[in-house]
């Protein structure tokens, strides 16, 4: 079996595992650029060193979560091959990541997300909006939400997250408010929760990020606003106002209590900065 046929193989199997198509996506790059370097060779020849050399030619100009990414494909990749018997050994068993600073995610503050919901100017842009914040989703659960998939009697609705894991989300008044106008708003028979303004279809993810930052640039907010940050937001929020970590880690869809653990650290960061300002 050669490289490429050999990564059509895990590709399809990860698939059927669950990743989303966003990670597959990623991880074809990264067996393209593996296939580039290697030519399409049978993996068998494929030598600790000879990864160490790609990844060393390769590192340059890299950010080190870019990098870490790299290696964890690498990783992932000729571990199944191992696993499956097209190898005898791994040569990327002993290849390590490089050490990533945790960054502290960007959130918003209270007055901006006001401001924000002043710029939406549709039952569409406020309950998408709304539904956002309120949730915590992440957009491309959003995007593949159902009309069928709430429940408008408790305001919460069932999606499927990373690993195609499906968990209760929910939201606010305000939202349900919106979301109820915006739904009776719509003539159309798409099964789709947010649609196209034009000719209506399920909203891509590009779609709904444009949707976003036409409604920032309304609110005049002086910073780049992109959707991940309604999720952070909504994590600080809850932090903030006392929700223990293993419940935002649930209502997140985290499988690990170390990537919740970061917005811990946010909220040690709000505490200094209120510090300074009134001490």
Aim: with cysteine.
């Amino acid at each position: 079996m050669q490289l490429t046929k050999a990564w059509e193989a895990y590709k399809a199997e990860k698939r059927i595992e669950g990743f989303s198509p966003h990670t597959l996506n990623a991880y074809q790059l990264q067996a393209n650029l593996l296939v580039r370097h290697f030519q399409d060779v049978n993996p068998q020849s494929v030598a600790t060193q000879g990864i160490k050399d790609y990844l060393a030619l390769s590192s340059e100009g890299l950010k080190p979560s870019s990098l870490a990414h790299r290696v964890r494909f690498i990783r992932s990749f000729f571990r199944w091959l191992h696993e499956e018997g097209h190898i005898t050994t791994n040569p990327a068993a002993k290849i390590k990541e490089p050490k990533v600073g945790k960054r502290i995610p960007k959130f918003l503050t209270e007055r901006e997300i006001e401001h924000l919901s002043e710029g939406c100017h549709s039952a569409m842009e406020k309950a998408l909006f709304e539904f956002m914040f309120s949730t915590g989703c992440r957009i491309g659960e959003i995007v593949s939400l159902d009309k069928n998939c709430i429940n408008i009697g408790n305001r919460s609705a069932i999606v499927r997250g990373k690993g195609d894991k499906e968990r209760e989300v929910y939201f606010n008044i305000r939202c349900d408010i919106w979301l109820k106008r915006y739904l009776q708003e719509r003539t159309d028979q798409e099964p789709a929760i947010f649609v196209t303004e034009r000719n209506p279809h399920r909203m891509s993810i590009a779609q709904m990020s444009y949707v976003i930052k036409r409604i920032s640039s309304r609110a005049g907010i002086d910073k780049s606003i992109h959707p991940h940050q309604l999720l952070h937001s909504y994590a600080t929020h809850l932090l903030n106002n006392g929700a223990p970590l293993d419940v935002i880690q649930s209502l997140l869809g985290h499988e690990r209590s170390e990537t919740t653990r970061i917005y811990a650290q946010l909220s040690g960061k709000l505490r200094q900065e209120f510090y300074r300002k009134y001490f």
